[in-house]
């Protein structure tokens, strides 16, 4: 898989960045590109004697160099770097169209520790490992003293909080795992009891196994929002550093369960495992945590965990040039991209996951993975003293785990966490056992009204205004934030909404049209509500998207409040949303109407095709004598039968939802129209996902 994939990139890309798997040709970026990994390698093989005997630590010289070129990121009043740098011109140089931005992510300012002091202790020159302890001391200085949490992005000049929720996803992750394994090798005492001061925190306040949940890190009793983003997938993998294995392995099998519901894991789903955003890059950390903790109990359950990520992948991403993104699990779309990661990340995991250690060419324990799967020596560790801490710490916390001393003479240890959460999403493998001769079957199945589950209801825009009558209908997504169209109706070329409306005497008392990108929805809806607008038709920037062939999402906030919006917020594809701001192009002034699909102008509702509402029907067996024990209602089937077959399938639960919607409409009128912006990763977090 992996001499696919590579030799696609040589064949078809190189030496541009990466490779896009789909037109088969080469995209250029910016990379962390690895340099120092390689140099680790390439020395230990010069040390054996029987290869690389030519190498004059080139790639060190190449490491030290680029090393220089990213200081002047560090050039800041409060020590945390800028988020980019020009290799060429530095940072506030004109030439560098850098310079500007002021805030980066708490992972962008906490990531780089390996890296700057491995290469400081290889080269000799301390500026590098200096520079990158400082970044970390500010984070460590900016927690949240009552919580012991950091947020999510932090400005770089004066170290205030921009974004205040705190997790272990996109964001944050990478710092709190360079925390962990700077003490590993670098072996300073002062990056372990910081990590278990925020580890404390992060079991106290995010852990809800299985689940982590983002939350304030000022008032951390709160969580934030109800879905949880892919790269927290790492986070068992450094539960397994630590030695706690328990909630490792708890979280690992709610992450399985996931992707045998969605074939990937999307990148973000919900609380109840719902897709919230679909995409799948080809994330690796999932593999990287089923490494960890196979090699961590010896379950062979680790090994099929990872056959199914290998059948997966070549199932429903492998393409005739190399391996493409999954642009939606629900629909299996690809997308033209395959990430740097996922050549240096996902292969190495799995190759290893299936590995002995004898049959690798050196000791894989005598090596430390970076966050994008470099391995650095923990021999760095002996190269100069650590600093000193307070070494407040007891002398469990220094230890390696052991599962025998951990869980001692059980060996299903593991199974036994994991089987409580087996059928969590409600799909589940099937079992299938035969017997001969006569057995009796008593099915006793408990009968019990269920909680309706939270589905995305389609909303609809209808142009009611001569000429359109109501005849031309729009399907729209809902905001989880806002006026609730489902108890109100409310019925134009799109801003972008990001900076300061210039127009807001000419929106006021009219819908307005924003268009997706650049900033959050929820902060377009603060300057339009702000401005006057009483309510907003988001359209989507991607070119070509409609109702039909994407599905539907819930727009979000952006982890702060959004209980001051109150106007009624949509969302249109592109389609829909050309079909709108044509009918504006033509006739000036439009009147429509904002509200849930069965309310449609011109259709009739018949009270009595409402559904009545849902009921569960558990099933379990009962041996003879059992009858009594079924709590409320219960029907029993007796089966009978020479031979008997039992047979679990696999099953999906879906829910309902009602909508009770208003009656009345609002006008909305013609604004100014803006160029669709470019599209943005959903884990920037200065745009809109």
């Known amino acids: 898989m992996f001499d696919h994939a590579y030799g696609s990139y040589m064949k078809y890309a190189y030496p541009a960045d ?11 970026r910016v990379l962390s590109v690895g340099l120092l990994g390689a140099h680790t390698m390439a020395d230990m093989l010069r040390q054996r004697g029987d290869r690389m005997q030519w190498y004059g630590d080139e790639l060190l010289h190449m490491a030290k160099e680029l090393g ?14 800028y988020p980019r740098v020009n290799l060429r011109y530095g940072v506030l140089n004109p030439l560098s169209r850098t310079g500007t931005e002021s805030d980066t992510c708490t992972a962008c300012a906490g990531t780089m520790i390996l890296e700057f002091a491995a290469l400081s202790r290889l080269s000799g020159e301390a500026v590098f490992e200096e520079n990158a302890r400082k970044a970390l001391d500010v984070l460590w200085e900016k927690r949240q003293r009552g919580s012991d949490l950091v947020g999510t992005v932090i400005n770089i000049h004066n170290g205030d909080w921009v974004r205040r929720d705190s997790g272990v996803g996109a964001g944050i992750d990478s710092y709190y795992e360079y925390l962990m394994k700077a003490y590993v090798l670098l072996g300073d005492n002062v990056y372990l009891e910081r990590f278990n001061t925020h580890y404390r925190a992060i079991m106290k306040y995010i852990s809800q196994p299985p689940l982590l949940l983002n939350v304030h890190m000022h008032n951390p009793t709160v969580s934030v929002r109800s879905w949880m983003d892919s790269l927290l997938a790492f986070f068992p993998g450094l539960q397994v550093l630590r030695g706690d294995l328990k909630p490792a392995i708890e979280t690992h099998e709610m992450l399985y369960q996931v992707t045998k519901q969605h074939k990937f894991l999307p990148e973000a ?36 965990v990872g056959q199914s990520i290998v059948e997966k992948l070549n199932a429903h991403a492998r393409v005739p040039c190399g391996f493409a993104a999954v642009q939606d699990v629900r ?3 690809h997308e033209d991209r395959m990430d740097s990661f996922f050549l240096a990340e996902m292969f190495k995991y799995l190759y290893l996951l299936f590995s002995e250690k004898n049959q690798l060419h050196f000791d894989i324990d005598d090596y430390i993975f970076t966050t994008e799967a470099h391995l650095l020596p923990v021999s760095l560790s002996t190269s100069q003293p650590p600093c000193r801490g307070n070494n407040t710490e007891d002398l469990f916390t220094y230890s390696c785990p052991s599962t025998q001393t951990l869980f001692p003479n059980n060996p299903s240890f593991a199974k036994t966490i994991r089987d409580s959460y087996k059928y969590l999403t409600g799909v589940g493998r099937a079992f299938h056992e035969v017997h001969k001769g006569v057995y009796r079957v008593k099915l006793v199945a408990e009968v019990t009204q269920t909680t309706e589950e939270e589905e995305v209801e389609p909303l609809l825009v209808q142009l009611i205004s001569p000429p359109f009558l109501g005849r031309t209908v729009l399907t729209a997504g809902p905001a989880k934030f806002g006026m609730d169209l489902t108890k109100q109706e409310h019925g134009t070329s799109p801003y972008t909404a990001c900076g300061p409306i210039e127009n807001a005497e000419e929106l006021s008392g009219h819908i307005a049209l924003a268009l997706r990108g650049d900033c959050m929805f929820a902060a377009k809806a603060h300057r339009l509500q702000e401005a006057g607008a009483i309510g ?14 994407t599905p539907l999402f819930q727009m979000v906030g952006d982890g702060g409040s959004t209980a001051d919006i109150t106007i009624p917020l949509v969302f249109l594809f592109s389609q829909e949303g050309a079909l709108l701001t044509s009918a504006l192009e033509d006739h000036s002034n439009v009147d429509v109407l904002m509200l849930p699909k ?31 024990e079924a709590r409320g209602p219960t029907l029993q089937f007796v089966l009978e039968k020479g031979e008997v077959v039992l047979e679990e399938e696999e099953y999906k639960q879906q829910g309902d939802s009602c909508l009770t919607p208003g009656d009345d409409h609002i006008p909305c009128s013609y604004g100014q129209t803006a160029a669709s912006p470019p599209s943005h990763s959903p884990n920037d977090p200065n745009t809109d996902p």
């Open 18 to 28: 990466e490779l896009m798997p789909l037109s088969c040709r080469g995209r250029v």
């Open 68 to 81: 220089h070129r990213l200081l002047p990121a560090f050039n800041t009043t409060s020590g945390l770097p």
């Open 269 to 304: 789903f919900t609380t109840e495992f719902r897709v919230h955003w679909g995409q799948h890059p080809l994330r690796p950390e999932f593999a990287e945590s089923t490494y960890y903790l196979y090699k961590a109990t010896g379950d062979p359950y680790y090994l099929r």
């Open 331 to 333: 629909t299996g779309a």
């Open 536 to 549: 907003v038709i988001f359209i989507d920037h991607r070119e070509g998207s409609n109702s039909a062939e």
């Open 598 to 628: 069965e309310r449609r102008l011109g259709k009739t509702t018949d009270k009595a095709d409402k559904p009545l509402g849902k009921m569960n029907i558990k099933f379990r067996l009962a041996e003879e004598g059992e009858e009594g």
